[in-house]
């Protein structure tokens, strides 16, 4: 079945300075790509998601890259603010569609103020 | 995300006790799900349903049960076979199909007294 690695565990970053997490999986027939992100004692929210058809996709201060053939994506948050410190969690979709997503293990994010 | 409902937030388990956690949505979907988080960890699918009547154990289905009578209603039974149920339990649901965006209540904690 798929399997989806993450990378860093942790992340600390100076305020207004970039983050990227990336993420790989093994299942070649996945095609969605969703990023939540997770506050302490809260529910995951998604922030943004990706399509097998698409190379790159922007929301304002994030964005998320996917390359199919090397079979990783990335989350990208430019001038980080403290209030984006939190776990984010990448996923991908399972195979043929007919499994639910499988999540990494997180990444926890410190934005130093 | 709003539209999925968790209770209790707080759960105690005694020894040997069977307990129900309940997950409610009004969105309209027709897939739902269970899973547990553990520190550190990420999320572990515990059970998953596409539709009513119908439920498929995840990864780690040991000790837990699940039932699917009504669209809006997915409860998890915790049994006294889980011998480490300590964990923050997540039920979310999605429209199907694609097994695409999950949406995720507020989660449940359960400890062992």
């Known amino acids: 079945g798929e399997n989806v690695e993450q990378h860093p565990s942790t992340l600390s970053v100076q305020e207004g300075d970039s983050a990227v997490i990336k993420c790989t999986y093994s299942?070649?027939?996945?095609?969605?790509f969703p990023w939540y992100k997770q506050e302490l004692g809260k529910r995951p929210q998604l922030i943004i998601d990706?399509?097998?058809?698409?190379g790159e996709k922007k929301d304002q201060r994030i964005a998320v890259t996917l390359n199919k053939t090397a079979k990783h994506f990335s989350l990208h948050i430019t001038e980080t603010q403290p209030e984006d410190s939190a776990v984010y969690f990448c996923?991908?979709?399972?195979?043929?569609?007919?499994?639910?997503?499988?999540f990494g293990k997180g990444t926890r994010l410190s934005v130093i103020a | 995300d709003g539209g999925i409902t968790q209770s209790p937030k707080y759960l105690f388990r005694k020894e040997g006790q069977n307990v129900t956690l309940s997950c409610e949505q009004n969105?309209?979907?027709?897939?739902m799900y269970w899973y547990r988080q553990d520190p550190g960890q990420g999320l572990r699918l515990i059970y998953y349903?596409?539709?009513?009547?119908?439920?498929q154990k995840g990864d780690i289905a040991e000790g837990y049960s699940v039932s699917r009578e009504k669209k809006e209603s997915f409860p998890l039974t915790v049994t006294s076979a889980q011998k480490n149920p300590t964990a923050f339990y997540l039920c979310?649901?999605?429209?199907?199909?694609?097994?695409?965006?999950?949406?995720f209540g507020p989660g449940t904690r359960l400890l062992v007294l």
């Open positions: 979310a649901s999605s429209i199907g199909g694609e097994w695409e965006t999950q949406y």
């Open positions: 969105l309209n979907h027709d897939a």
């Open positions: 996923a991908a979709s399972g195979f043929s569609g007919n499994t639910p997503l499988v």
């Open positions: 349903s596409q539709i009513v009547n119908d439920f």
């Open positions: 990706i399509r097998s058809n698409v």
């Open positions: 299942d070649s027939a996945s095609n969605y």
